[in-house]
Structure formats: structure tokens, C-alpha cells
């Protein structure tokens, strides 16, 4: 499954084309590494990603590629606690 299309359908970017350019400007890396936007998603693959202010680092835990409600989207990732913890401080401040 092509990592842009997992993006969308896990609900971290609107539209396809803004998480394909997302990912060409280097906000999104698999394994701490760029990727483009055709590169594969695979289940226990490590992302981070990155949306404006908010820095979120992911394991796939499932695919789709249908965009479903949101209650379904979160169930295709698992944030790390470190992120979830530093996403709330950062809001906080």
C-alpha cells in the first residue's frame, strides 16, 4: 500500500494530494528515513509524522486504503506514549 494513500485514509491529511506533498517535503519519515509518497506501508512499520505544530510518531498497525469514519482510522496506527505526552505539553503551553 503506498504511503500516501495510508496517510489519507488514516485521516492525518484532508486530501491525497496534501499528504503526497507532505511527504515530498519531508514532514512524514519511515524508520527515521525520507520516504516518497509511492514507497510501500507495511504493519510495524515506524513513522513519524509531522502536521503543522504537532509531531506524531506512529506504528502501523493495519491497512486500508479507504478513508472511513474517524473511530476507524484510529484503530490502523498506535502513537507512542512519549509523542501523545509531548503533543499534550506542547499544547498546554
Known amino acids: 500500500m503506498r ?3 495510508w496517510l489519507w485514509a488514516a485521516r492525518f491529511y484532508k486530501t491525497r494530494s496534501l499528504a503526497k ?5 519531508g514532514k512524514v519519515e519511515i524508520g527515521g528515513q525520507r520516504a516518497k509518497a ?3 506501508v ?3 512499520d515506524a513513522l513519524r509524522v509531522a502536521r503543522g505544530e504537532e509531531i506524531f510518531e506512529l506504528t502501523v498497525a493495519a ?3 479507504t478513508r472511513g469514519p474517524a473511530s ?4 490502523l496506527y498506535q502513537e507512542s506514549e512519549a509523542s501523545r505526552v ?3 505539553q ?3 503551553l
Open 42 to 44: 507495511r504493519v510495524g
Open 72 to 75: 476507524v482510522a484510529q484503530t
Open 90 to 92: 506542547a499544547r498546554a
Open 86 to 88: 509531548a503533543r499534550e
Open 3 to 5: 504511503l500516501d494513500l
Open 63 to 65: 491497512l486500508s486504503d
Open 38 to 40: 509511492s514507497r510501500s
Open 21 to 25: 506533498h507532505a511527504v515530498e517535503t
